[in-house]
């Protein structure tokens, strides 16, 4: 999948044109997570960044617990 459908996929960038996502996806790198994996920590780093998840699922958890549990897009 190319970068730019994968970014159109997601809801919150569904507003942006194909110059603004063709944008967005020259800055864009592909991660891959292997599961129980963690991709951020909270309180160790400064958000730099922001994840579209292309498959599976993520967890959020904060102080032991989920509070939430992200889908593809």
């Given at each position: 999948m190319q970068i730019v459908d994968a970014l159109r996929t997601s809801p919150l960038l569904?507003?942006?044109g194909d110059e603004q996502l063709a944008?967005?996806?020259r800055v864009a790198r592909e991660r891959t997570f292997g599961s129980g994996?963690?991709?951020i920590e909270e309180g160790k780093e400064r958000a730099q960044a922001m994840f579209v998840i292309l498959e599976g699922t993520a967890e959020v958890r904060t102080g032991g617990?989920?509070?939430a549990s992200?889908?593809?897009g």
């Open positions: 569904a507003a942006l944008g967005l996806a994996e963690t991709m617990r989920t509070v992200l889908e593809a």
